[in-house]
């Protein structure tokens, strides 16, 4: 299933692409296999007709050669060639010249009796001349005599190849091992078998040839020597293969043939016939072509479509993509409209109606979260923890009351003074960190007056030179006297320390109170969590966190765990990029 929906998850640009390919393509491909199967059924018609014309012509070129084997013996066996083969020397000159006169006649019959037959003769070696049908003054060849014996012919066929030469031969007697008496026999016109040879495919330019592959000869009808090689090995296949007749497509320096074959057994000779496949699939190859030419225009149009649908839907698209990307990123700019009236036009500029409302809606927001905000810093200030002013007041005047206390009393003073000069202080609502931090150095200072010696603080690290929203720190610190230190018996540790990595900076206020437990850590860090939905906590931890997170975001603001001095641990996480 998977694989039928790759393209859910794709881009719109690959799904429009594959839609128009997926069109495109069966369309190409069904062409082309019409043409193919165009191709493959002129290929089959045409194979057909050849080897039906090759049959013809093979058949009727057994059936000369068959019927002057069949003739020849009437000649073999006749008296005047008997008598002369062996009385020949003892006739008188008139005789012996009157005997070749009519022998030369009977010849000149059988060389006219065939088309196929370029000249009759007969070979007396009695009288060391061989007659023909058109010359009387001719000797005995004794190499030419010796290769028309029947000694000589070791193959079936009745034919015998001699000098690029074809004859048919019969000797008298026939059977007899010693040299005959003469010998009668006809040579083909090899000119004419070649005529033949081209009636078969000529007409659609093609070569033929005759093989025989036990003899070695072959006639052909002007084949290129190399291309006569590869059919020679071509008809050996098929003999190995027993292969009679039949055609296929061959490839001969890159061009394709169409190979015809046909055997004759009474040649033992296999007819092969190339005819390029351009001559025979005629106009096919042009349509052949011409569909290339229409993959090409296809390929065009391809790259034509794919060019529009990137300039004119693609780019447009990924440009409000692109623009939406922005927004994600609190980054509102409008899109330059470069589009006329279409629909294109019409989003870019329904984009930039929204961004302008979202703006005016952010503004609106940010206003309504810093009024929100001042107005949370001015509930925390009016909400003086009045223990806090009691214990104040009873600590000054039990440090009045004692003479030895006098400066004591006196720096008590200007830390209460100090105190809530910082506390009630309403025309800022940011102030540098470093006020902070000496604001709840006051705080501390204060309260160590109160508990003495029992509660140990320690103040550790740096702060950056920005600005914070004011009472982050102290409230923490406050809280940790109030829940953790301020009833406990043993003596109490408060660390107050810093770290900053990149652009995140923390503070961390930890002490090793007891009475906190894994459970009650848990409770707070959900509170924190949804610190947005309790509106009604406006102390403490949560209006810390809340206000932290309405100025940097939701990412800052408070998280606690467990101290490694063995109480709460929290940390003002701040953005000071």
Same mark, same amino acid.
């Given at each position: 299933? &998977?694989?039928?929906?790759?393209?859910? *998850?794709?881009?719109?640009?690959?799904?429009? #692409?594959?839609?128009?390919?997926?069109?495109?393509? !069966?369309?190409?491909?069904?062409?082309?296999?019409?043409?193919?199967?165009?191709?493959?059924?002129?290929?089959?018609?045409?194979?057909?007709?050849?080897?039906?014309?090759?049959?013809?012509?093979?058949?009727?070129? *057994?059936?000369?050669?068959?019927?002057?084997?069949?003739?020849?013996?009437?000649?073999?066996?006749?008296?005047?060639?008997?008598?002369?083969?062996?009385?020949?020397?003892?006739?008188?000159?008139?005789?012996?010249?009157?005997?070749?006169?009519?022998?030369?006649?009977?010849?000149?019959? #059988? &060389?006219?009796?065939?088309?196929?037959?370029?000249?009759? &003769?007969?070979?007396?070696?009695?009288?060391?001349?061989?007659?023909?049908?058109?010359?009387?003054?001719?000797?005995?060849?004794?190499?030419?005599?010796?290769?028309?014996?029947?000694?000589?012919?070791?193959?079936?066929?009745?034919?015998?190849?001699?000098?690029?030469?074809?004859?048919?031969?019969?000797?008298?007697?026939?059977?007899?091992?010693?040299? !005959?008496?003469?010998?009668?026999?006809?040579?083909?016109?090899?000119?004419?078998?070649?005529?033949?040879?081209?009636?078969?495919?000529?007409?659609?330019?093609?070569?033929?040839?005759?093989?025989?592959?036990?003899?070695?000869?072959?006639?052909?009808?002007?084949?290129?020597?190399? @291309?006569?090689?590869? #059919?020679?090995?071509?008809?050996?296949? &098929?003999?190995?293969?027993?292969?009679?007749?039949?055609?296929?497509?061959?490839?001969?320096?890159?061009?394709?043939?169409?190979?015809?074959?046909?055997?004759?057994?009474?040649?033992?000779?296999?007819?092969?016939?190339?005819? !390029?496949?351009?001559?025979? @699939?005629?106009?096919?190859?042009?349509?052949?072509?011409?569909?290339?030419?229409?993959?090409?225009?296809?390929?065009?149009?391809?790259?034509?479509?794919?060019?529009?649908?990137?300039?004119?839907?693609?780019?447009?698209?990924?440009?409000?993509?692109?623009?939406?990307?922005?927004?994600? =990123?609190?980054?509102?700019?409008?899109?330059?409209?470069?589009?006329?009236?279409?629909?294109?036009?019409?989003?870019?500029?329904?984009?930039?109606?929204?961004?302008?409302? @979202?703006?005016?809606?952010?503004?609106?927001?940010?206003? =309504?979260?810093?009024?929100?905000?001042?107005?949370?810093?001015?509930?925390?200030?009016?909400?003086?923890?009045?223990?806090?002013?009691?214990?104040?007041?009873?600590?000054?005047?039990?440090?009045?009351?004692?003479?030895? =206390?006098?400066?004591?009393?006196?720096?008590?003073?200007?830390?209460?003074?100090?105190?809530? =000069?910082?506390?009630?202080?309403?025309?800022?609502?940011?102030?540098?960190?470093?006020?902070?931090?000496?604001?709840?150095?006051?705080?501390?200072?204060?309260?160590?007056?109160?508990?003495?010696?029992?509660?140990?603080?320690?103040?550790?690290?740096?702060?950056?030179?920005?600005?914070?929203?004011?009472?982050?720190?102290?409230?923490?610190?406050?809280?940790?006297?109030?829940?953790?230190?301020?009833?406990?018996?043993? !003596?109490?540790?408060?660390?107050?320390?810093?770290?900053?990595?990149?652009?995140?900076?923390?503070?961390?206020?930890?002490?090793?109170?007891?009475?906190?437990?894994?459970?009650?850590?848990?409770?707070?860090?959900?509170?924190?969590?949804?610190?947005?939905?309790?509106?009604?906590?406006?102390?403490?931890?949560?209006?810390?966190?809340?206000?932290?997170?309405?100025?940097?975001?939701?990412?800052?603001?408070?998280?606690?765990?467990?101290?490694?001095?063995?109480?709460?641990?929290?940390?003002?996480?701040?953005?000071?990029?």
């Amino acid at each position: 299933m &998977k694989s039928l929906f790759f393209l859910h *998850d794709s881009s719109i640009f690959k799904k429009i #692409m594959a839609a128009f390919l997926a069109a495109l393509l !069966p369309l190409m491909a069904v062409t082309w296999m019409i043409n193919e199967k165009g191709s493959d059924n002129v290929r089959s018609e045409i194979s057909e007709s050849v080897l039906n014309t090759t049959r013809f012509y093979m058949d009727s070129l *057994d059936k000369e050669a068959d019927r002057i084997s069949r003739y020849l013996p009437n000649y073999v066996m006749d008296k005047d060639m008997m008598e002369i083969a062996i009385t020949g020397t003892d006739m008188s000159s008139y005789e012996r010249s009157r005997k070749i006169l009519d022998i030369q006649r009977r010849l000149e019959l #059988m &060389k006219d009796s065939s088309p196929f037959i370029k000249e009759a &003769k007969a070979y007396i070696p009695l009288i060391e001349r061989t007659i023909l049908s058109n010359n009387y003054e001719t000797n005995l060849n004794e190499l030419e005599y010796s290769s028309m014996q029947h000694n000589e012919k070791l193959y079936e066929e009745p034919f015998i190849y001699w000098k690029d030469r074809l004859f048919i031969t019969m000797q008298y007697p026939s059977n007899t091992a010693k040299n !005959p008496l003469y010998i009668v026999g006809v040579e083909l016109s090899t000119t004419k078998i070649k005529e033949t040879l081209t009636q078969i495919g000529g007409t659609r330019g093609g070569q033929s040839a005759l093989i025989n592959l036990e003899r070695g000869w072959d006639i052909e009808s002007g084949m290129e020597p190399a @291309l006569l090689e590869q #059919m020679k090995a071509f008809a050996l296949e &098929k003999r190995e293969s027993k292969s009679d007749e039949g055609y296929e497509t061959i490839i001969f320096n890159g061009k394709r043939f169409l190979s015809v074959y046909k055997f004759s057994s009474l040649w033992n000779s296999y007819s092969i016939t190339c005819i !390029p496949e351009e001559m025979v @699939l005629g106009s096919l190859q042009m349509y052949r072509a011409l569909f290339w030419w229409a993959c090409a225009l296809a390929v065009c149009i391809v790259l034509f479509f794919t060019y529009f649908l990137l300039r004119f839907i693609y780019r447009p698209l990924m440009k409000l993509v692109h623009s939406f990307r922005r927004v994600q =990123q609190n980054r509102l700019e409008p899109i330059v409209i470069d589009r006329g009236a279409d629909e294109f036009g019409y989003l870019y500029q329904a984009f930039n109606d929204t961004v302008r409302s @979202l703006k005016t809606l952010i503004e609106e927001n940010y206003e =309504q979260q810093i009024r929100n905000q001042r107005s949370e810093l001015k509930r925390l200030q009016s909400q003086i923890n009045p223990h806090f002013l009691y214990n104040c007041f009873f600590v000054l005047c039990r440090l009045i009351k004692s003479e030895s =206390q006098k400066e004591k009393a006196y720096q008590f003073c200007l830390y209460i003074g100090q105190y809530f =000069q910082f506390i009630t202080r309403n025309d800022e609502d940011d102030i540098l960190f470093e006020l902070e931090v000496e604001h709840s150095r006051t705080y501390v200072e204060m309260q160590s007056i109160c508990y003495g010696e029992r509660i140990e603080v320690l103040f550790e690290g740096d702060v950056p030179a920005t600005h914070v929203p004011r009472l982050i720190l102290q409230p923490i610190i406050e809280n940790a006297y109030k829940h953790a230190l301020g009833n406990m018996l043993k !003596p109490g540790e408060l660390w107050v320390h810093s770290k900053q990595e990149e652009n995140v900076f923390s503070m961390y206020v930890e002490d090793n109170g007891e009475s906190i437990t894994d459970e009650e850590i848990e409770l707070l860090r959900k509170k924190l969590r949804h610190s947005t939905n309790r509106i009604e906590e406006t102390t403490g931890l949560m209006n810390v966190h809340r206000r932290i997170q309405l100025r940097y975001g939701e990412e800052y603001g408070i998280t606690v765990s467990r101290s490694e001095l063995g109480g709460l641990q929290v940390r003002i996480k701040l953005s000071v990029s």
